[in-house]
Each structure stands twice: as structure tokens, then as C-alpha cells.
């Protein structure tokens, strides 16, 4: 995914007032970021020419099993469910917040920030879903918003060892009420869809999917044979299935 993200709201607002965030240079590194490598972070620059007009970049990096991934804070800018990430205040957010850095587009300053010790999923969204599904549980991601990550792709990219990390797709599906309080618990809809049968069927978002899956799955051609691969991925008209054998990749969370 090249070239990803540009554009924006208007309102000016007061990062140093308004918000207690510790600057870039008082971050304390942990285990992980020890193996990490963000280079869009690092090349970042540490000045701001104007903290009265500015917009948030809020992001974080978590991981499920060995796969480290970034995900981004989702805000609700109106009622119509248009949504964008390029958000005016983290008052709303949990965690450590940490200010990683600065990006100026024109006359438009961009402050990137990193929230820690933030484990809720609702309002995060990953490159996936700005990029290619362009919605959050169908609710279109404001178009100002997809342009800012086509124009700043890198700032995904995460490395270890030069070599970058699997970023996860994403897909939908639906479950019966009767299952969810095993999803929630487990973070898995295997076993949830069909009482006879194991397989993890789910697709590009359909009305009424209620379940949303984060994928760390191999990129492949489409192909038919389950026999020989962990998952196959099918057409169907205009739309495409992904039938996967068990859910040691994926993460399962209800809408």
C-alpha cells in the first residue's frame, strides 16, 4: 500500500493548553519497541511552527501473537456516521499519550501522537479499514481522511530486523445472539457460525454483520484447494469469500 492519506477539518485548537501529553524526547521504551523499528516515527520532525492550528494523528501498536500492527483512533465528526481519524482533542482517550512528532501539508500542521496502555477496541481502526474497506462496520470514512493515508502510507509500516511486519486485513461476518458472550470472552467465532462445522467462513462487510476480524493472513492467489492451504479465498460475483481452516491469525470483536 503506496501513498496513503491528505486533507482535513478547520478549527483551531491548543494542544499545550488543552491536553497534558509528554513530548517526544521523555519516552521511556519497553521489550517490544526494543524490537521495533518505525522509521516514519523516528524521521519525524520535533518542531511545531504553530500549536494553535493543528490536527491529531492518534495511533497506537499492538500485537496478537508474533504480529506487530498499528491501529488508529476512529472519530465520529457527525451523525450521519461519516467518520475520520484526523481528530481536535484526546479527551476522550484513554492512556498514555505521547507526542511523537510533527507533519506540515501547506499551511496545515499534523501532530502525530502515540497512545499507551489503551486496550479498548472501540473507535480503532487500521490502515485497512481507511484504505481499501473505506468504512468502520459500514459507516464511510470521511474521504478527507483516506487522502491524508494514501499521501502518508509509511507511517504503517512497522520492521523488525529490516524486515517489515504483516499488516492485517479486514472482514466481516455475522453470529447468532446466542454467541456472543463466547465471542467476547474468547475473541473468536470459530465453532460460532455453523454447530457443524469448523470452518471460518467471512467476507467484505454485508448489512447486519455484527462481528468484525482482524486478518494476518498470507498474501496468495485465489485458489480452491483447502486441502493444501490454510485458507482459500473464493469469488462470488462481484464480492469475494474467505473460507480459513482455524483462527490462530485472526481476532474476532462484536460490533
Known amino acids: 500500500m503506496n501513498n496513503l492519506f491528505n486533507g482535513f477539518l ?7 493548553e488543552d491536553i497534558e501529553i509528554e513530548v517526544k524526547k521523555e ?6 519497541d526494543s524490537l521495533l523499528y518505525h522509521p516514519f516515527i523516528e524521521e519525524l520532525d520535533d518542531e511545531l511552527s504553530n500549536e494553535k ?4 494523528i492518534i495511533y497506537r501498536i499492538n500485537k496478537h501473537n508474533e504480529f506487530n500492527y498499528i491501529e488508529y483512533y476512529l472519530n465520529k465528526i457527525n451523525c450521519k456516521g461519516i467518520t475520520s481519524v484526523i481528530i481536535e482533542n484526546l479527551k476522550c482517550i484513554n492512556g498514555i499519550k505521547r507526542i511523537k512528532g510533527y507533519v506540515k501539508i501547506g499551511n496545515q500542521n499534523f501532530t502525530i501522537v502515540q497512545i499507551r496502555e489503551n486496550k479498548k477496541m472501540e473507535n480503532w481502526v487500521t490502515i485497512w479499514d481507511i484504505i481499501i474497506n473505506k468504512h468502520y462496520y459500514g459507516e464511510k470514512i470521511d474521504e478527507k481522511c ?7 502510507n509509511k507511517l504503517d509500516d512497522l520492521y523488525i530486523k529490516e524486515k517489515i511486519c504483516k499488516k492485517p486485513i479486514i472482514l466481516y461476518c455475522y453470529v447468532d445472539d446466542k454467541y456472543k458472550n463466547y465471542v467476547n470472552k474468547n475473541k473468536t467465532i470459530q465453532y460460532c457460525q455453523n454447530e457443524n462445522n469448523i470452518l471460518i467462513n467471512l467476507s467484505e462487510f454485508e448489512e447486519g454483520d455484527n462481528v468484525r476480524n482482524i486478518c494476518f493472513l498470507d498474501d496468495k492467489e485465489m485458489n480452491s484447494d483447502l486441502l493444501e492451504n ?12 474467505w473460507v480459513i481452516k482455524n483462527d490462530k491469525n485472526i481476532i474476532s470483536f462484536l460490533k
Open 10 to 16: 478547520k478549527k483551531e485548537m491548543n494542544i499545550v
Open 27 to 32: 519516552e521511556v521504551t519497553n521489550i517490544d
Open 230 to 241: 490454510d485458507y482459500i479465498i473464493e469469488r462470488k460475483g462481484e464480492n469475494y469469500k
Open 146 to 152: 483516506i487522502s491524508f493515508f494514501l499521501n502518508y
Open 53 to 56: 492550528n493543528t490536527y491529531l
